[in-house]
Each structure stands twice: as structure tokens, then as C-alpha cells.
């Protein structure tokens, strides 16, 4: 039953991770949504169950390309998320920060749909602040290997805001901080999904440094509660908003969690730090919890048990699956 009066909705980049856990939580809303997404790493495996809805819908449509629809409320997902993605097509990423919030916002100018940004705590960098609050400007390398999403999200982020400010465009802005979950590529190059696959597979567990670097881990279904809160929250709560779990958790430690779960013979194999790498990650979600009535409650034990469950039926049935690794 709808939680309220049933909107239409459209998520792009609604075939990925996040997106068809979101495109999933409105439907069971009572909403209305339209799913685009270009397929470039969103799956259509992911959104399968999803197309005998009638309320449901995709199309195929890449964000750097104008999108006329009329909509009640926009979340702006579509962007390659992990290294090895992201940086296979700078120029495509720069292009789709930039030009995919440009045309959400025209649409949202046009017709007055409320729209939310995903952000990221990568527009943090490699920051010497811990934790990170929204005011924090970051450390991040204009010019490094990772420039094209952290760059062009804070590009995002800023034009959000001036189409706020200017034009009175109804505009939300959550900075993601580390989540998994069910649905997660297996070869997407990010730091759980690579170690529960090498786990499974009982390969060598790749971590980079020392493994004394931290990561913030957000279970799926968190970090969806969070969007539509934040979306639905008074019109004066523009964020940015660090949306993560504040609990701060070293790669080593995660590594040698997720092998005990899985009762691997997997070792640990160390690997140089790669560039620009940040060493500490962890969200100060003061603000979420103050303007939002949002924290996450799912502990990582638990959410790593759904995971390490989701990659052992889809392993078995791909045995060949490619893992691309990346800290």
C-alpha cells in the first residue's frame, strides 16, 4: 500500500546496484517509475523481476543525451561507481556527471519535479578531515586517475545547486559513502564484491597497502531509506547529505571477515596503494540524523551474510565470471 500519494518517478541508471534496489522500495511504495539506463554496467538481470509490474517501465537511454519526460520526482544514479568502470571511459564518466545532471535538471526546471543528485564521498578525496562533515571542502587531485568521477560529481553537485539558487529548481543532493549489497557486479572492481568472490573461489584475497586503510560500509537497503527520505524531506533540505554507516572498518579486517564467513582458503595477497587511493573514509552523518531521522541499522556481519548468499548462487551459475580489481 502506498506510503503516499502515488508519483511518478524516474531513476536513471535504475538497472544498476543501487538503482534497482531503489526502482524496487518505490514500487513497493504504490509509485509509478520509469528506469533508464544505458546498460553500461546496469544489468538487466537486475531489474527482471521488476518488468512483470505494471507500474514498471525501461527504457534504454544514456543520460548525456537529452531526455523529454514529465515526471514528479527525479534520482539522478546514472554514473559508472568503481574505479575499473569509471575509468575505462574518463571522458564518458566527465560526460555523464555533467551532462546527465544538466538534462535531469531541465526536465526537473521544466515540469517541477523534485530531484536528487547521487553524489559521493569521493568529492572528499583523500582528506585530511575524519570524520567527513558536508562542510569539509576535500583533497582531491584534479588531475590523477580518478579525477573523472571525483571532479565531475563536484561539478554535479555545484550545478544542482546553482539551478537551485537561480532557478528555483527543487534539488537534493546525497553524498554516498561505501555500500553493498545483493546485486553488486561481480567483476565491478569494489572492495566487498572482490573479496567475497575471491573468497568463494578460494583465490588469493588482493589487498592493497597495508590494508590499514578504512572504508565506511553501508548495506543497500540502508543507503535506499536514505534516498527517499532525503527526497521526501522538507523543500529548505537541499544537502549536500553524507549518506553512509559511520562505522569505520580497516580493508584487512574486512578481508579476514569475509574469509571466515566463507570458510576460505583464501590468503591474503598485498598490492601497492594505487594513486590517489584515500586512506580514511568515514561519513559524520550528524546531519542526516538531525534533518532526516536516518541512521543505518543493518550491522556489516549481517549484510555481509546476504551478500556472501547473493554471489554463491550467481557464481555457480557463471563459474568464469571475470573479477576486476581495484582498492
Not at 133 to 139: H, R, S, T
Request: overall charge negative.
Amino acid at each position: 500500500m502506498a506510503t503516499s500519494p502515488q508519483k511518478f518517478i524516474l531513476v536513471t541508471g535504475g538497472a544498476g546496484f543501487l538503482g534497482s534496489h531503489l526502482c524496487e522500495a518505490l514500487l513497493g511504495d504504490g509509485h509509478r517509475v520509469l528506469c533508464a539506463d544505458n546498460l553500461q554496467t546496469g544489468r538487466l538481470e537486475n531489474i527482471d523481476h521488476l518488468s512483470r509490474e505494471n507500474r514498471f517501465e525501461f527504457i534504454e537511454h544514456d543520460v548525456v543525451e537529452p531526455i523529454s519526460v514529465r515526471v514528479d520526482q527525479i534520482y539522478n544514479l546514472a554514473c559508472a561507481a568503481s574505479p575499473p568502470h569509471y575509468q575505462a571511459d574518463p571522458i564518458h564518466t566527465l560526460k555523464t556527471s555533467f551532462l546527465g545532471a544538466l538534462n535531469v535538471l531541465d526536465v526537473a526546471k521544466q515540469t517541477g519535479a523534485r530531484v536528487l543528485q547521487a553524489s559521493t564521498s569521493e568529492v572528499y578525496g583523500d582528506p585530511d578531515v575524519h570524520p567527513q562533515q558536508e562542510d569539509y571542502w576535500g583533497k582531491v587531485n584534479p588531475n590523477g586517475p580518478r579525477a573523472c568521477y571525483d571532479e565531475g560529481k563536484r561539478c554535479a553537485e555545484a550545478l544542482f545547486l546553482e539551478y537551485h539558487r537561480q532557478a528555483g529548481v527543487q534539488v537534493k543532493i546525497a553524498r554516498i559513502f561505501n555500500t553493498y549489497g545483493p546485486r553488486m557486479s561481480p567483476g565491478d572492481g569494489r572492495v566487498v564484491s572482490n573479496f567475497i568472490v575471491q573468497a568463494l573461489r578460494n583465490d588469493p584475497i588482493t589487498v592493497y597497502g597495508s590494508g590499514g586503510q578504512t572504508r565506511s560500509f553501508c548495506y543497500v537497503d540502508d543507503l535506499v531509506r536514505g534516498f527517499i527520505g532525503l527526497m521526501n524531506s522538507d523543500d529548505s533540505v537541499t544537502g549536500p547529505i553524507n549518506l553512509g554507516n559511520p562505522q569505520e572498518v580497516r580493508v584487512r579486517d574486512l578481508a579476514t571477515m569475509i574469509v571466515r564467513m566463507t570458510d576460505s582458503r583464501s590468503s591474503i595477497q598485498q598490492k601497492p596503494l594505487p594513486q590517489d587511493d584515500p586512506t580514511r573514509r568515514c561519513p559524520d552523518i550528524t546531519l542526516a540524523k538531525q534533518q532526516l531521522d536516518w541512521s543505518p541499522e543493518v550491522p556489516l556481519s549481517n549484510g555481509i551474510k546476504q551478500t556472501v548468499a547473493y554471489f554463491r548462487q550467481h557464481l555457480a551459475q557463471d563459474a568464469e565470471t571475470p573479477v576486476a580489481l581495484s582498492a
